[in-house]
């Protein structure tokens, strides 16, 4: 996605923060392996398993499910994630703050903060893992189309999905969950369909030139590890009198 954001670029960003980016990755891909190899030994050796079981093999389709399978996968998964989405906005705040103040959003600063997996652990792969299960290579193939999603929603190219985002979610509907303008809060919270927004009363489909900047005006994004790591220690999200105030606490 760097590639195609050099290729095809909608806005400059900066080298400084594409290698922030890249230290910040390097930690948190190994942070989120162990916390999840754990999750997983944990779950196995209480035995407890699914409690419903979605048949998502589609072999009725024929050489079709090779694409159906996935998609029905994804769009379960993220149906989950976007209830946990939700729910970090409105209980996990100056954790989440940390992705939404970054400025130059790209493939490679679309970080979250360290303890993300600890809460994705919890409360998006416990309750995914109690509905949907390993039905073969759909699961695999569903987790490539998530995490290539994940990196194509927060790049700053011109490339996008045309027609078909008003059912997936690409870089321009993305980007109003990360503008900077009132309008815009808390919209777009899913990862991969628009479905679950236009269910839920929070879509924003953005006009044809609707490309706002991103962050949080009180806040900068991490120029180093120590920042990024932090950061929800100095920042408080305080709502009074109807308004919402984000502190830096020095």
């Known amino acids: 996605m760097t590639a195609v954001e050099l290729l095809l670029p909608r806005e400059k960003q900066s080298l400084h923060q594409r290698l922030t980016g890249l230290g910040i990755w390097a930690l948190y891909v190994p942070v989120s392996m162990v916390i999840f190899k754990l999750f997983h030994a944990l779950w196995v050796s209480?035995?407890?398993?699914p409690l419903i079981t979605m048949p998502l093999s589609f072999d009725w389709?024929?050489?079709?499910?090779i694409v159906m399978a996935p998609i029905a996968a994804a769009l379960i998964y993220d149906f989950?994630?976007?209830?946990?989405h939700r729910a970090q906005h409105a209980f996990a705040w100056r954790?989440?703050?940390?992705?939404?103040?970054?400025?130059?959003?790209?493939?490679v600063s679309s970080y979250h903060h360290v303890s993300e997996p600890v809460f994705q652990a919890v409360f998006l792969l416990l309750p995914v893992s109690l509905i949907v299960t390993d039905t073969g290579p759909v699961v695999p193939a569903m987790l490539i189309i998530?995490?290539?999603?994940a990196s194509f929603i927060h790049s700053p190219t011109r490339l996008n999905l045309g027609p078909l985002r008003?059912?997936?979610c690409d870089n321009r509907f993305h980007r109003i969950h990360h503008s900077l303008?009132?309008?815009?809060?808390?919209k777009n919270f899913g990862a991969f369909t628009t479905l679950w927004d236009r269910l839920f009363g929070t879509a924003w489909f953005p006009a044809r030139n609707e490309w706002p900047d991103t962050g949080l005006a009180e806040i900068d994004q991490p120029r180093s590890l120590r920042d990024w790591i932090d950061l929800p220690v100095r920042f408080r999200r305080d709502r009074r009198n109807g308004t919402v105030e984000a502190v830096l606490v020095r």
């Open 46 to 49: 209480i035995g407890i398993r």
């Open 61 to 65: 389709a024929g050489i079709a499910a």
């Open 80 to 84: 989950f994630f976007y209830w946990f």
């Open 95 to 107: 954790f989440h703050a940390v992705h939404h103040s970054i400025r130059e959003l790209n493939a």
């Open 146 to 149: 998530i995490h290539l999603q």
């Open 166 to 168: 008003l059912f997936f």
């Open 181 to 186: 303008e009132e309008k815009h809060f808390d």
